[in-house]
């Protein structure tokens, strides 16, 4: 006999799968105990996207499932590949809003989800769902919501239309790309006039009461290249809410917050984004600077066991935003330093320095290698008392610097663990002081070593 209830698409990967931090979600007991059940209280009958396990490639069933479910849900959890594939082929095809689910607390979302009808759920260390009657409620509600409004998908609004409208929309892809051609100009002169001049280019902006969010990013990120951190806050301030709470643009505020001194304030937006969002290597890379510099600001107070809590809090960061992304490599080196200027030092950076070093050497070979990556090698090669490879990093470094900061900034670092050494009575090889010197001179040159 036909069935008469309606079909609810669940776009979900099988089994057990870890995100980029390593969280395991455990897709199968999540499916079984919580979508299931939920789906079927909202009168619903759920089918899986691909029921099919076999990995023939047999698309004739999946795609009639994609085109022809009455409603849908996909978990984004793990950022699997083909929920966001078999996801992107039910928003053009079908009218019907898909509800997005993930689980709280994985890595950073391969979309926005918190501007989408997303809703999260909670898993154990283990992967399994938490609270389960709360989230079964809270899912059968929008699923209810969703059959009843039936509210059609942005996708689909924006990909359907007879040929006159497939002429307009054209059209307004070709004034966009003029526009964003002309700001980029605007933007370009801007910075060449300095702070007061961007600051002009925005006052024209917010005449316009829905300026384009690209065009608002844009001069934000043109504002940090001329260390505008006051100017960052307040546009961050004027940005429309849901810009304003975005990973780049809370990330961004985080370190202009960090500049201006506002120290305690940078950190709590930084964690209150990583709680949102889920972990990074950016955003914990930004935490991770956050802390550092409150750290070195203890220690020049003098206040020894605030900087003791800062530089463990510091390296914890760091750590956290390297183990989110292994190929990371400035979360990484600086998670192995910070551990090295412990007292005392952190035996676990004998454990990641290799693993810091083959990922900067991967980024070396792959043909994208800059400044950073040879002044990292030389910072691993000094923790790790390597001095042909320190030797050799340092003469790559220096033929690659491009501002004095540079340098500075990497002879900085080299001093820190030479004096956390000599405090120890640990090695503290006469090469690296040389390299120090030789970073300290290029600073004062400004260019690439001659």
């Known amino acids: 006999m036909p069935n008469s209830e309606p079909l609810c698409l669940v776009i979900i990967p099988y089994e057990k799968k870890k995100d980029a931090a390593g969280k395991v979600v455990d897709y199968e007991t999540v499916f079984r105990r919580l979508i299931v059940p939920a789906v079927e209280a909202a009168g619903l009958l759920p089918v899986r996207a691909d029921e099919q396990r076999t990995g023939c490639l047999n698309l004739r069933q999946p795609l009639e499932r994609l085109r022809y479910c009455d409603c849908a849900l996909a978990d984004l959890s793990t950022g699997d590949p083909r929920v966001l594939y078999q996801l992107g082929i039910r928003q053009a095809v079908h009218p019907v809003r898909t509800l ?249 950076r004998r454990e990641i320095l290799p693993v810091v070093h083959y990922a900067v050497e991967q980024r070396i070979r792959s043909g994208a290698a800059d400044y950073w990556d040879y002044a990292t090698l030389l910072e691993l090669a000094a923790l790790s008392c390597d001095e042909a490879k320190g030797r050799d990093a340092l003469g790559r470094s220096l033929a690659m610097v491009r501002e004095a900061w540079e340098p500075e900034t990497t002879a900085r670092d080299l001093r820190l663990i030479r004096e956390a050494r000599q405090r120890r009575g640990a090695e503290c090889p006469a090469w690296a002081e040389y390299a120090e010197s030789e970073l300290l001179k290029a600073a004062e040159r400004g260019t690439a070593r001659p």
């Open 100 to 348: 997005l689910v993930y689980a709280a607390g994985c890595a950073q979302l391969p979309l926005e989800a918190e501007g989408l009808p997303a809703v999260p759920y909670r898993v154990s260390p283990h992967g399994q769902p938490m609270h389960e009657a709360k989230y079964r409620a809270l899912l059968t509600e929008r699923l209810a919501e969703a059959m009843e409004g039936a509210a059609e998908s942005e996708v689909y609004r924006a990909l359907r239309g007879g040929s006159g409208e497939q002429a307009a929309k054209k059209e307004r892809i070709a004034g966009r790309e003029l526009h964003a051609t002309v700001f980029a100009n605007l933007l370009k002169k801007g910075r060449a006039g300095g702070l007061a001049a961007l600051r002009e280019l925005q006052s024209e902006l917010s005449v316009h009461s829905e300026a384009d969010p690209a065009d608002l990013v844009e001069l934000l990120l043109s504002y940090r290249a001329l260390n505008g951190w006051s100017e960052i806050i307040e546009l961050a301030r004027q940005m429309p809410p849901a810009l304003a709470d975005s990973v780049l643009v809370q990330q961004q505020l985080g370190l202009a917050l960090n500049w201006a001194g506002e120290g305690e304030h940078a950190e709590q937006v930084l964690r209150q984004l990583i709680a949102r969002r889920g972990p990074s290597s950016d955003s914990y890379g930004i935490l991770g600077r956050i802390m550092k510099d409150r750290w070195e600001q203890a220690l020049t107070r003098g206040e020894m066991e605030l900087a003791r809590e800062l530089l463990q809090k510091a390296a914890s960061a760091y750590l956290k935003g390297f183990e989110a992304d292994w190929r990371s490599t400035y979360p990484g080196v600086n998670a192995v330093t910070l551990m090295e200027l412990k007292e005392p030092a952190d035996p676990r």
